[in-house]
């Protein structure tokens, strides 16, 4: 298992990550930084910050995937990819291979990501849909980073997924009140984590979720 700690070693010492590994991620931040004028995939403003603000950020998922009853991760709203294409290229060890489904509605960054995917060959389904309007959907993990607020991610996995074992969630500095908030009208399990890169966000783990009868 990789231990998400590794993103606070010097990249030279990584214990557990390889050389064509870290070698892989800059140059997916590269891409992102040369298209990003183009489709603008991530802020201009965290440009600079990009492998602490989006490559590290979405890689410290990993201490939530990298687990024997998960094969298939299905990234709502994906952008650029993340944290979908990190998982992917830090996964791509994993057996049986581990696989990563996109949803994202705008052509052109559905382009980038089956340039990405074919670039690091991963293995993908990149759907150019509103996932609002699919149904029936399968996965072991839904996860989803700067997409939508938490109860609506809720009612896609409810509304919109038939199978799924895990919902993984990014949660800013309001995390524990939105989280307080949602089990007003949601049951649900969770674990969660500090985030490693953003002072009082936090990352959830959630399972078991249903709709409260109110």
Known sequence: MIDSNILKINKL????????T???LEDYSKEIILRNNDINLISKNTEKSINTRHIEDSAQTIDFIDKNDIEVCTDLGSGAGLPGIVLGILMKSKKPVFK???YEKSYHKSMFLKQMTKKFCLNTEIHQKNIFNEKNLRTDVIISRAFKPLPVIFQIAKTNFKNFKYIIIFLGKSGKKILN????FWEFDYEKKKSLTNDGSLIL???NLK???V
């Open 211 to 213: 709709k409260k009868n």
């Open 100 to 102: 990563l489904i996109f």
């Open 22 to 24: 870290l070698n892989e």
């Open 205 to 207: 783990k959630i399972s």
């Open 181 to 184: 908030d949602a089990q007003k």
């Open 13 to 20: 010492s990584f214990p557990n990550v390889s050389r064509e």
